[in-house]
């Protein structure tokens, strides 16, 4: 696919997202993606970075972006709890893109036990502050992000283009995309995925943390039994630039 350069100001929209999640087509919604990459990426160049959580998600935005450009870099932020399954899947995706993804994980001392006595300190530590690490270390001024506004109670009032910290620009390009269009579009491309998928998640995090469910809410096994179920670790609703 070519692609015409053009130069214009990115700025957060507000726009009729649950509209649009249900008159655009897939093949609407994944240009839509692709045009908001490109449009960042003419703006910001190399301080463009995609966040890779190592889910479905964010491995449909991570092709969508490698197919605006291979220069895009990204990167993982693991934790001492993810899946053995992840934290081999994340070995394979970084020798798939060798040089063009970083790890960012806390080694901070923290209780065994505090994902199930303080679920939103150990998200704190394990999640947000590598994050803010991450988009620090980069120099990154626009991150891209494969959350979507179906995927449960949580991510219903985001936008595409978000300005939640000031100077950084959060683009969720694939906002708009049903579940079922994640799988079209990764099944379509031959995109490999976690295979975490197979034995029947749908919303991937730390082994302690995530459970098979089969509800109608995709997130419903995150953090099951607790306060935090269906919730978030923080990455989306906490300042990311912070003052260290
Ligand atoms: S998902 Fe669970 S184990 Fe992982 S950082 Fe959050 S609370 Fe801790």
Known sequence: MQWGIVRMTIAATQENVGELVK????????????????????????RLVVANSLGKDSSAVWHLARRVSDGIKGFIVTTRFKPQATKQFMLEELERYPGRLKVYESTAEISDELYRTDPNRCCDVLKVEPTRRAIEEMNVACW??????????????????EERDEGLIKLNPILLWHEREVWQYLALHRVPVNPLYGAG?????????????NGPDERSGRWLGTSKCGGECGIHTRPLKVNR
């Open 23 to 46: 008159t655009l087509n897939f093949a609407e919604k994944v240009d839509r993606s692709l045009r908001l990459i490109e449009r960042a990426y003419c703006e910001y160049g190399a």
């Open 144 to 161: 891209v992000t494969g959350l979507r506004c179906t995927e449960g109670r949580t991510r219903t009032d985001f936008q595409e283009i």
């Open 201 to 213: 998640y749908r919303s991937l995090g730390c082994e302690p943390c995530s459970s098979i469910t």
